[in-house]
């Protein structure tokens, strides 16, 4: 299983950037996607999910400027950053979980990308 992080970087604040997953070795309409996050010094973070139906979840601190996509004929998931600010340097995780209701979920980490805004 590969989860392919890319399209992270060095932005200024009020920049944009849309960072993109791809998954490989799993059958990726089932799974649930997402993106986490950890600064330096802090735990990692729920950014957004989407569910393998579609629904999304987003962190307060994404809500009216991420936006959460997956296109499940390209097995990517996409983060589409907005408004960014100094508080959203870190680097961001893809992630990857099914659910099992007879045993261990199956859960895969990206490698992630780096983010950074600049003030």
């Known amino acids: 299983v590969q989860l392919q992080a890319s399209g992270g970087g060095l932005v200024q604040a009020g920049g944009s950037l849309r960072l993109s997953c791809a998954a490989s070795g799993i059958t990726f309409s089932r799974y649930g996607m997402g993106w986490y996050r950890q600064a330096p010094g802090k735990q990692r973070e729920m950014v957004a999910t989407v569910s393998a139906g579609g629904g999304t979840k987003y962190a307060d601190s994404a809500k009216g400027r991420f936006a959460i996509s997956r296109d499940n004929a390209n097995n990517t998931v996409y983060l589409q950053m907005n408004i960014l600010t100094p508080e959203d340097t870190a680097v961001y995780y893809c992630?990857?979980?099914?659910?099992?209701?007879?045993?261990?979920?199956?859960?895969?980490w990206g490698q992630g990308t780096q983010v950074t805004v600049s003030s």
């Open positions: 992630h990857s979980r099914r659910v099992n209701p007879f045993g261990p979920n199956e859960e895969y």
